[in-house]
């Protein structure tokens, strides 16, 4: 059986992880390569690199630690952050990553999305929308660029619905309202999106404890959960949410294997 | 022993040498792999692996772009048999043709077709069943004695990403499944050739024994 995926999201800066993570035994905990190694081997799913220094100067950065990470890190590489044309996006998938997160480029250049899936793939497309709540929308968000500081006053069910119909293979959900809460993920947001479209969503911030990894998939019908910092500050491991999860009914990757 | 990577244009080339390279090392087996598109190193090869992501008209177009490549591989498997094996859409390629945007012929080496994945229906939590297949999945094994599934078991997973699936009335040529909606074959093969439609690259510690095994397999 499928199982829900746990995905692990790292910040970079310039190279580097902004929030450190309190792995036992890790020399350099702002070491993005080595902290998405230490994630693979305790079973994160996936892992998800946001580059938010994200300037195409800086690009060359995240190649390197793409290109690093993929040599000792066997599970799937997601990358994202200002990836705005189709030579970047070739260029991090030959470092090693396996799929592109498209966000505020997909709202500026609305042909990027099916650009990208025609040349590489649907597979590798991945359409990431920040959502801010907006009752004056058809379905009450708002999709937003910059990290939510640039309104659009683009409809997300609608963005989402032609983001697929132009080849995204997933989408990553990201509710601006509830990021960085810790309580709890957007349920009817999540809910609205992934009821709606073909492809999987991804439910991300507001991650609290394992028991809103479990809502979010039980109730609103998420594929698969993001998170961050509760994972940083080692409040919850990822075994934690996992067997919260099954205990639950939801089947997961036995990460004993 | 010489293994090529068969560079056609298409596919994670870096992350399947990745993780040869790592079972090799680790494992202090004795592989020189190569990444390579010159039909010369590719004849003198001892093994060959197709990778491909993308579609597969796609991946059957940027093949037919190197001259010379279908046949030398066709000619390197079934008359020389050597060691092959195809991942994700280098082994839908094995098979005879797939049904994605437009009807493409395959290799013809393995029975069947390649038909979009169905939707209808929702899984045991009511979630409706989502295209692509992304994710972790188990294998069904169907060749308990192949050794290819040495140290292998059902509860292991392997990652998964894809649309499509194989429909096959040659049910020896299928050596597991997997179950999304559907039966979908996972592991196919005859002979000195094998696919796989999971990415045994990116499926982490059992990606990794599947690699080894591969390796290590005799046929």
């Given at each position: 059986m499928l199982s829900t995926r746990v995905i692990a999201c790292l910040d970079v800066h310039n190279g580097r992880t902004v929030k450190g993570i309190n792995f036992i035994n890790l020399k350099d905990a702002g070491d993005p390569v080595e902290q998405a190694r230490q994630y693979s081997l305790i079973g994160a799913d996936e892992i998800c690199f946001l580059d938010?220094?994200?300037?195409n100067e800086k690009r060359r950065t995240m190649f390197n630690v793409i290109s690093k990470t993929a040599e000792s890190c066997f599970v799937p590489l997601t990358v994202g952050g200002g990836v705005n044309n189709l030579k970047d996006f070739r260029e991090l998938l030959n470092s090693g990553a396996d799929k592109v997160s498209i966000n505020s480029s997909a709202v500026y250049n609305p042909n990027f999305i099916r650009e990208s899936s025609d040349k590489f793939?649907?597979?590798?497309v991945v359409l990431a929308i920040d959502a801010i709540e907006n009752k004056k929308l058809p379905c009450g968000y708002e999709v937003t660029t910059h990290g939510g500081r640039k309104k659009t006053n683009i409809d997300v069910l609608k963005w989402a619905k032609q983001g697929v119909k132009n080849g995204a293979g997933e989408i990553l959900l990201t509710s601006m309202n509830s990021d960085g809460t810790k309580k709890g993920y957007n349920l009817k947001l999540t809910k609205l999106i992934a009821k709606n479209v073909s492809v999987p969503v991804i439910a991300s911030g507001g991650?609290?404890?394992p028991r809103d990894m479990v809502d979010v998939v039980l109730q609103a019908g998420a594929s698969a959960v993001l998170a961050a910092s509760i994972f940083h500050y080692g409040i919850h491991s990822i075994s934690s949410v996992k067997k919260e999860m099954l205990k639950n009914g939801i089947q997961v990757r036995d990460c004993e294997n | 022993m010489n293994l090529v990577i068969i560079d056609y244009g298409s596919g994670n080339l870096r992350s399947v040498e990745n993780a040869f390279k790592n079972t090799v090392a680790v494992n202090n087996l004795n592989f020189k792999i190569i990444v390579t598109n010159n039909l010369s190193i590719i004849s003198k090869a001892d093994h060959l692996i197709l990778p491909g992501v993308g579609s597969f008209p796609d991946c059957k177009k940027g093949l037919l772009k190197i001259i010379g490549l279908l046949d030398l591989l066709t000619n390197q498997v079934l008359n020389k048999r050597k060691k092959f094996l195809g991942i994700c859409v280098g082994m839908q390629l094995m098979v005879d043709y797939s049904l994605e945007k437009k009807r493409t012929s395959g290799f013809g080496w393995l029975d069947g077709c390649f038909k979009k994945l169905k939707k209808n229906g929702l899984d045991y939590l009511g979630r409706s069943y989502k295209i692509p297949h992304i994710g972790w999945n188990n294998l069904q094994i169907?060749?308990?004695?192949?050794?290819?599934?040495?140290?292998?078991?059902?509860k292991e997973q392997y990652y998964f990403v894809h649309s499509y699936a194989l429909e096959s009335?040659?049910?020896?040529?299928?050596l597991a499944n997997t179950i999304y909606n559907q039966r979908i074959p996972a592991i196919i093969g005859k002979d000195n050739y094998i696919g796989v439609q999971f990415h045994p690259e990116k499926s982490g510690n059992s990606g990794q024994k599947f690699i080894y095994n591969w390796l290590k397999w005799k046929p």
């Amino acid at each position: 059986m499928l199982s829900t995926r746990v995905i692990a999201c790292l910040d970079v800066h310039n190279g580097r992880t902004v929030k450190g993570i309190n792995f036992i035994n890790l020399k350099d905990a702002g070491d993005p390569v080595e902290q998405a190694r230490q994630y693979s081997l305790i079973g994160a799913d996936e892992i998800c690199f946001l580059d938010i220094s994200a300037t195409n100067e800086k690009r060359r950065t995240m190649f390197n630690v793409i290109s690093k990470t993929a040599e000792s890190c066997f599970v799937p590489l997601t990358v994202g952050g200002g990836v705005n044309n189709l030579k970047d996006f070739r260029e991090l998938l030959n470092s090693g990553a396996d799929k592109v997160s498209i966000n505020s480029s997909a709202v500026y250049n609305p042909n990027f999305i099916r650009e990208s899936s025609d040349k590489f793939g649907n597979q590798c497309v991945v359409l990431a929308i920040d959502a801010i709540e907006n009752k004056k929308l058809p379905c009450g968000y708002e999709v937003t660029t910059h990290g939510g500081r640039k309104k659009t006053n683009i409809d997300v069910l609608k963005w989402a619905k032609q983001g697929v119909k132009n080849g995204a293979g997933e989408i990553l959900l990201t509710s601006m309202n509830s990021d960085g809460t810790k309580k709890g993920y957007n349920l009817k947001l999540t809910k609205l999106i992934a009821k709606n479209v073909s492809v999987p969503v991804i439910a991300s911030g507001g991650a609290g404890s394992p028991r809103d990894m479990v809502d979010v998939v039980l109730q609103a019908g998420a594929s698969a959960v993001l998170a961050a910092s509760i994972f940083h500050y080692g409040i919850h491991s990822i075994s934690s949410v996992k067997k919260e999860m099954l205990k639950n009914g939801i089947q997961v990757r036995d990460c004993e294997n | 022993m010489n293994l090529v990577i068969i560079d056609y244009g298409s596919g994670n080339l870096r992350s399947v040498e990745n993780a040869f390279k790592n079972t090799v090392a680790v494992n202090n087996l004795n592989f020189k792999i190569i990444v390579t598109n010159n039909l010369s190193i590719i004849s003198k090869a001892d093994h060959l692996i197709l990778p491909g992501v993308g579609s597969f008209p796609d991946c059957k177009k940027g093949l037919l772009k190197i001259i010379g490549l279908l046949d030398l591989l066709t000619n390197q498997v079934l008359n020389k048999r050597k060691k092959f094996l195809g991942i994700c859409v280098g082994m839908q390629l094995m098979v005879d043709y797939s049904l994605e945007k437009k009807r493409t012929s395959g290799f013809g080496w393995l029975d069947g077709c390649f038909k979009k994945l169905k939707k209808n229906g929702l899984d045991y939590l009511g979630r409706s069943y989502k295209i692509p297949h992304i994710g972790w999945n188990n294998l069904q094994i169907e060749d308990r004695n192949h050794p290819i599934f040495d140290n292998i078991n059902e509860k292991e997973q392997y990652y998964f990403v894809h649309s499509y699936a194989l429909e096959s009335k040659s049910t020896n040529e299928i050596l597991a499944n997997t179950i999304y909606n559907q039966r979908i074959p996972a592991i196919i093969g005859k002979d000195n050739y094998i696919g796989v439609q999971f990415h045994p690259e990116k499926s982490g510690n059992s990606g990794q024994k599947f690699i080894y095994n591969w390796l290590k397999w005799k046929p």
